[in-house]
């Protein structure tokens, strides 16, 4: 064993010297390290920065009900809303985006700048809302964990004031009969003073009566070259005036039929024709925008009015015959003494008047415009007092019965209708609606003892309509 050791040591030992010696070799050959520096080692992970990249940070703010009042009351085409409120709350302004609201999306095409907000409107569907903004991620924001809320947003009870006052229903009445003969539009009616006979005046040139009882056609008297325009019995019923398309009045023997006169003056139609209660008078207008009076009992011109009135339509005298009123094409109702004296100058708007009347104790005048709509006017200070609303047309026609209890319209939109005197005042809603007539209603006239109405149309009949019953008035 002592053998082996020492063969060992014999064959190793100038290795190991020869090791020993290169160790100090390259200990020797290494160069100090430079004073000052550092030992080398592994960087320290920075710190992390509060600086943030600039972009877009869209979230809903808010969530709410809307409805188009402040009581929050349903509107008739969408009931109610939800707005959702959408904030940029980034550094950067977005672009286009989807805001989705339940299984609803709206594209927001707008640049949403940093700080700013826009509302959007869908419509309410059911109480749970799941909201979402950058539904489908077309812009890179800082944050997009706050793109969606939830809500639970319940409807409101509506407030009393919410719900409409339900319409009143107007009744709706036929003609008791209807007369034939005419063989074109019908222009103008009129009772004849003891509601007998019916006179009627047409675009076919003819003038007709009509006996009331037996609803039939008595007499066609013929002599106008061109249509008739307008009908009036004198106070006495011996003399009907006529007035026409060619600008010329006639009057007529109502017991023979016969033309009496041809009188001449106005340039254009005869747009209007009244006879005074005193028939000492008889008063037209035209379209020559004039009114011309005419003394009684040899209608010779008494005097043109010409004052730069627009087209003149309707005219009517006072109860006293001491004053006259017409409607004109601008909207403007004038009142004028016969000494020439001027009354008073209404307007109720724009719209041309097409008819205007005088109530039978003189304190109220009515007038029809083109929209419609009807104006009560007190005649002794000229106020407005109402407006009745309901035709859908042009009021071409108006009447007072004798009674002035009831006053009665007629109108392009093919019905008349009923309005009821009540205490001082007609009454807002229409007592009834009388329908029946094809084409525009151009005219109507009240009975005498207030029993019949008697109405004009474009379908060229005559219709009679009977008045509702209603109690008599208190003494």
């Not at 969606?148 to 009445?173: D, H, I, Y």
Request: glycine share 8%; aromatic share 6%.
């Amino acid at each position: 064993m002592n053998a082996v050791k020492r063969v060992i040591r014999a064959n190793l030992l100038p290795y190991l010297w020869l090791l020993c010696i290169g160790g100090v070799l390259l200990a020797a050959c290494t160069p100090p390290d430079e004073p000052g520096l550092p030992s080398p080692s592994v960087p320290a992970t920075p710190a992390p920065t509060e600086t943030q990249v600039a972009l877009a940070d869209l979230t809903i703010t808010s969530i709410e009900l809307v409805t188009d009042r402040e009581i929050r009351c349903p509107a008739a085409d969408q009931p109610y809303q939800v707005k959702l409120q959408v904030e940029n709350q980034g550094t950067l302004a977005s672009g286009p985006f989807v805001v989705q609201l339940n299984l609803d999306q709206q594209l927001i095409n707008a640049r949403l700048e940093p700080g700013g907000t826009i509302d959007v409107l869908f419509p309410y569907s059911k109480p749970n809302l799941h909201a979402f903004v950058d539904a489908t991620a077309l812009i890179n924001e800082w944050d997009e964990n706050n793109n969606q809320v939830s809500q639970n947003l319940a409807l409101p009870t509506p407030r009393p004031e919410c719900f409409a006052t339900p319409t009143p229903v107007v009744a709706v009445q036929e003609a008791l009969a209807t007369l034939k003969g005419h063989t074109a539009k019908v222009w103008d009616v009129s009772f004849s003073p003891d509601g007998k006979v019916i006179a009627s005046g047409s675009v076919d040139n003819t003038l007709r009566l009509w006996d009331v009882a037996q609803e039939r056609l008595i007499r066609t008297m013929q002599g106008h070259p061109f249509p008739i325009l307008w009908v009036k019995y004198s106070p006495n019923g011996a003399t009907l005036l006529t007035g026409s398309t060619d600008g010329a009045l006639r009057s007529w023997d109502v017991v023979t039929g016969q033309l009496r006169k041809t009188f001449e003056g106005h340039n254009g139609w005869i747009t209007g024709l009244a006879i005074s209660r005193d028939g000492r008078w008889y008063v037209s207008c035209a379209e020559d925008a004039t009114v011309r009076l005419w003394r009684q009992p040899n209608p010779v011109n008494e005097e043109i009015i010409d004052e730069g009135m627009s087209d003149v339509r309707s005219v009517v005298f006072t109860p006293d015959s001491s004053a006259i009123a017409w409607g004109e094409a601008d909207g403007v109702v004038r009142v004028r003494t016969l000494s020439g004296s001027w009354l008073h100058t209404l307007k109720m708007g724009s719209q041309p008047i097409r008819s205007v009347r005088i109530s039978p104790d003189g304190t109220l005048l009515a007038s029809g415009a083109d929209n419609g709509l009807i104006g009560i006017w007190r005649l002794d200070d000229g106020a407005l007092i109402q407006t009745l609303r309901g035709h859908t047309g042009a009021v071409n026609g108006l009447a007072f019965s004798p009674d002035g209890r009831w006053l009665v319209s007629a109108s392009q939109d093919g019905t008349l209708r009923l309005w009821k005197f009540e205490g001082s005042r007609f009454a807002s809603l229409t007592e009834r609606v009388f329908v029946g007539h094809t084409g525009g209603v151009t005219s109507v006239d009240f009975a005498p003892n207030a029993a019949l109405i008697v109405s004009g149309s474009e379908d060229a009949t005559l219709r009679l309509w009977a008045l509702p019953i209603q109690p008599a008035p208190a003494p």
